[in-house]
């Protein structure tokens, strides 16, 4: 071969590390990678990205809500433990104690002790002990009987007759405008004090019992 040219490839003849099928002649050869990116179909290749994107966002959380969705399905269908039952109601919640009569004192030691019947009852719940008596005035004492502690049902009263003896008579009031008794009571909820205000009648019994007992020679 003689003269001076460019070679002429032959037929058949490829570049280095090339194949027929990346040939402008093959058909199905892949584009170059920056094709999409900077040709006229890079709009048309990121809104395909764009939605397919959202696609693949949207079919997780769908994924995700049908997993939570059965889940919480399978609790429902679970059997669930009973509710606790309620506490029961505080003792001073349901008891009463209310005045009835003035009694005789028992064995009583001149005109310085005397004595009242009040009536204690439970309305509901469980059973209340009253496990104290008492009263506000430092001039006198208090015995009870029946004696604390004493129980009492729900449904049902008991009458306690209340004994007040005179200490000291400068220490007692006058006129008993709102007396109250002390009453502690327990039952499975708690222990309370509370104090009971019987009303006017009863007040107006006690100052006639001071008057007595304590009268202006005695105070």
């Known amino acids: 071969m003689s003269g001076v040219g460019p070679v002429e490839p032959g037929e058949g003849t490829r570049a280095w ?6 040939t402008p002649d093959n058909p199905d050869a892949p584009s170059r990678p920056g094709a999409l990116t900077h040709g006229p179909l890079a ?3 990121r809104l395909y990205r764009r939605r397919r994107r ?4 949207a079919l997780t959380l769908a994924l995700l809500l049908a997993g939570g969705g059965y889940l919480s ?3 429902q269908d679970a059997p669930q433990p009973p509710p606790p039952p309620p506490a029961p109601p505080y003792p001073s919640l349901v008891t009463d104690v209310s005045y009835l009569d003035e009694v005789a004192a028992p064995h009583a030691a001149g005109n310085r002790t005397f004595s009242f019947a009040v009536l204690v009852s439970v309305r509901t719940g469980p059973p209340v002990t009253v496990t104290g008596i008492d009263q506000p005035y ?8 029946p004696r604390a502690p004493f129980l009492v049902r729900a449904g049902s009263a008991h009458k306690v007759v209340i ?17 109250f008794l002390d009453v502690t009571l327990r ?7 509370h104090g009971f205000i019987l009303g006017p009648r009863y007040a107006q019994s006690l100052s006639q019992a001071l008057e007595v007992a304590c009268g202006n020679g005695s105070r």
């Open 73 to 75: 399905a399978i609790r």
């Open 43 to 45: 709009p048309l290749a």
């Open 17 to 22: 590390g090339t194949s027929d099928r990346d």
């Open 138 to 145: 430092a001039g006198l004492s208090l015995t009870s009987e």
């Open 54 to 57: 959202a696609a693949l966002t």
């Open 187 to 193: 039952n499975e909820r708690a222990i309370q004090v």
């Open 163 to 179: 004994t007040m003896h005179v200490k000291e008579c400068g220490k007692v009031p006058g006129n008993a405008g709102l007396p």
